[in-house]
């Protein structure tokens, strides 16, 4: 139980309210036992009356007596198990829901590196199933184990001086239901622990399938998805079955167990009757004590099972929980962000692929300015604006904002103060609204549509039946490649940032409403640094300064009217795009 350990501030949160369950534990069970006990005062009354020891009067007075305490005694156990629940399971999904929040506050503050190496239906199925399983020791196992520990210390006692032989021959069968069940756990745990497994392929699976089915349908691969999917389903299903055959033997074992002591109860009991050694309240009695300990008992095993799997999830958790950010925030001072940039002999090797992305880059741009960055495909323009983002940190070199190492600014500060297009627009499913909301929570509706007509996409939107109230598919699908791009821009502008990062972010617009945009861009930001990565030279053209990189390296720098007087990448785009313009 040493990985469970970690879930101990949790009980401490709550630990009054479990305090207080432990008390309705012990109250609902003493209850119980006496339910069981008024029961035998019953029989009394009836077997006096028989053996003609009382009148009919005192009979039925005292039997009417017996019954009103007995129904007393009910209503207070069942009151008391109710509350005992409503206290130990409420606070199992106190923390469970706890669990699930510091899981997710965990996965916000890991790197972006951390998210290259898991995938996404693992990290889910972690925070869902795991947790769920973690909540049935939390829950579930800490109360029946209570249950069983008041019981043995209340029942067992009272049945030994009740009748010492009986109560011995009674409980043979129940350390064999004990161990009988404990192994059937283990193999129970063993199967489920390999159920799990494939549940994360088939969630990791499908969630791959959904988000990537436009590519499934242009390549016709819907038959070899779904030849992948019943093969994952099929393997799944037969482990469920393997599991739920070993599951199968758990209830007719126990019923049987449960026979076998209440065939003993009976059968040496009423033996003993027959000699005058017990009363028969005494045999009524243990038939029920019987019963009221079989469950208990045969929890011992299963609350085991319960805590191997708990422990099994809480290892999976904990994986996650002790993981270090890479990117950590070094202070917690305010550093307000004004806008200028410098890369002094920056260097950046991944190291998932050990790829160096820069190789030794220097810049520097002022506030208020605009860099326009360009070159082939993987030369390390995204890597640029993911570096000043603090979404990796450098291998060597320094990053400098407004003379300030960026590893001494504060995270939240600097992060708040970006404007980021990425190359691939994420929308989420929501409203188109609340997408360019999502920059800015607290934005009016009057600025919503001012940022999203800076975009250029309010026309588009107003054309929607729904307008702004319109519902998106999963990742923005409703939406064109263009359409998606702008509402991504009006989310990045809304906010005001201090720094403008765009990524490749206009390669899905005509080169008419790209100009429009830049130059809606150029008024609404005069006070914010401006990066634009592109692959168009209508995009860099207006830029008071471009570089050229290459393989990780800058070979080019300088404004547009400098650069096509220069040979280079530059001049050969520039020249190759102008015919493509004229054609």
Known sequence: MKALKSLNHYFLRYKWRLIIGFFTIIIARLFAVTVVTLVGKSVDVIEAYCNIEITTAQFKSNLQYQLLLLLGAVILSGFFTFLMRQ??????????????????????????????????????????????????????????????????ATV???????????????????????IAIYKLSREIHKRSTIVQEYLSKLTTFTQESFSGISVIKAYTLEGYTH????????????????????????????????????????????????????????LIEFIMFVNMLTWPVATVGWVTSIIKAAEASQIRINEFLKIEPEIKNNTDTATPIKGNIEFDNVTLTYEDTNITALNNI?????????????????????????LIGRLYDVTSGEIRIDATSIASLNLNDLRASIGYVPQDAFLFSDSIKENIKFGAPNATDEEVI????????????????????????????????????????????INKPKLILLDDSLSAVDTETEEQILENLDQISKDATTIIVSHRISSAKNADQIIILDEGKITQQGSHNQLIKEEGYYKELYIKQLDEKEM
């Open 87 to 152: 206290l130990v399971i409420v606070v199992s999904r106190y923390i469970e829901a706890d669990l699930k929040d510091d899981i997710y506050a965990q996965y916000q503050r890991l790197s972006l590196n951390f998210y290259k190496k898991n995938r996404t239906g693992d990290l889910m199925n972690r925070i869902s199933e795991d947790v769920s399983k973690v909540r049935m020791y939390i829950g579930p196992a800490i109360m029946y184990m209570l249950t069983a520990l008041v019981l043995f």
């Open 156 to 178: 067992i006692p009272y049945m030994y001086s009740t009748a010492s032989s009986l109560t011995l021959y009674t409980l043979i069968p129940l350390p064999i239901l004990s």
């Open 227 to 282: 030849q992948g999917f019943t093969q994952l389903s099929d393997d799944s299903k037969n482990k469920n079955l393997d599991l739920v055959k070993v599951q199968a033997f758990f209830f007719p074992l126990m019923i049987g167990l449960i026979g076998a002591s209440n065939l003993l109860v009976i059968y040496i009991g009423g033996n003993q009757y027959i000699n005058d050694q017990i009363e028969l309240k005494t």
């Open 362 to 386: 220097s810049f520097s741009i002022e506030k208020g300015k605009t860099l326009a960055i360009i070159g082939r495909t993987g030369s390390g323009k995204s890597t640029i604006l993911e």
């Open 450 to 493: 001012t940022y999203a007509k800076a975009a250029v996409v309010h026309q588009n939107i107003v054309d929607f039946k729904e307008g702004y109230d319109t519902i998106l598919g999963e990742r923005g699908i409703t939406l064109s490649g263009g359409q998606k791009q702008r509402v991504s821009i009006a989310r990045a502008l």
